[in-house]
T-cell receptor, first 113, second 114 residues
Framework: AQSVTQLGSHVSVSEGALVLLRCNYS??????LFWYVQYPNQGLQLLLK??????LVKGINGFEAEFKKSETSFHLTKPSAHMSDAAEYFC???????????FGQGTELSVKP | DTAVSQTPKYLVTQMGNDKSIKCEQN?????MYWYKQDSKKFLKIMFS???????INETVPNRFSPKSPDKAHLNLHINSLELGDSAVYFC?????????????FGPGTRLTVT
């Protein structure tokens, strides 16, 4: 069965610092992987996705993620954090059967001025 | 011209009542989903429909009954509401249920059962 683990339920960085949110997945087939962001009291917005093309994926708002098959990881990074990046971030894998998304537990990102 | 819309945004009701949440997508997608986000923000699939046909029913109590009148709409009816049903319910849609397609989420419906 597929699963996703996000390391760290809460990450705090200073404005301008590197953002690194960790995601590890388990899948018996080549996965489709996604990062979503959720701002308070809003729905989920897609940041980026991996679909077996380039292993380094660039997304919106300066975020990118690298797919590493050997490490079963898909960590999300941003070189310089902005106050507006404060939100909940979810890593997800798409189930190979019916297409449902299996989410990690989420990581709350705080950005200090 | 919201892509995925849900109504209502907030729903407060008493135990034992029956309520419905409506979802509409204007993206022309074939597949729609219902997810539940609990108080710890954990997201879990409930149902999925592809072209009005149920394809995923993730061991949800049968008090929950989805209905898809057409592929642009997926409604969720909940009978005999319980305290544990309090959560945020998200509707989503995707181009298809297989393949590398992202899902687009609605704004959510916060259900509070008292």
């Amino acid at each position: 069965a597929q699963s996703v683990t996000q390391l760290g339920s809460h990450v705090s960085v200073s404005e301008g610092a590197l953002v690194l949110l960790r995601c590890n997945y388990s899948s018996s087939v080549p996965p489709y992987l996604f990062w979503y962001v959720q701002y308070p009291n809003q729905g989920l917005q897609l940041l980026l996705k991996y679909t077996s093309a380039a292993t380094l994926v660039k997304g919106i708002n300066g975020f990118e993620a690298e797919f590493k098959k050997s490490e079963t990881s898909f960590h999300l990074t941003k070189p310089s954090a902005h106050m507006s990046d404060a939100a909940e971030y979810f890593c997800a894998v798409s189930d190979s059967g019916g297409g449902k998304l299996i989410f990690g537990q989420g990581t709350e990102l705080s950005v200090k001025p | 011209d919201t892509a995925v819309s849900q109504t209502p945004k907030y729903l407060v009701t008493q135990m034992g009542n029956d309520k419905s949440i409506k979802c509409e997508q204007n993206l022309g997608h074939d597949t729609m989903y219902w997810y539940k986000q609990d108080s710890k923000k954990f997201l879990k699939i409930m149902f999925s429909y592809n072209n009005k046909e149920l394809i995923i029913n993730e061991t949800v109590p049968n008090r929950f009954s989805p209905k898809s009148p057409d592929k642009a709409h997926l409604n969720l009816h909940i009978n005999s509401l319980e305290l544990g049903d309090s959560a945020v319910y998200f509707c989503a849609s995707s181009q298809a249920h297989t393949g590398p397609y992202e899902q687009y989420f609605g704004p959510g419906t916060r259900l509070t059962v008292t």
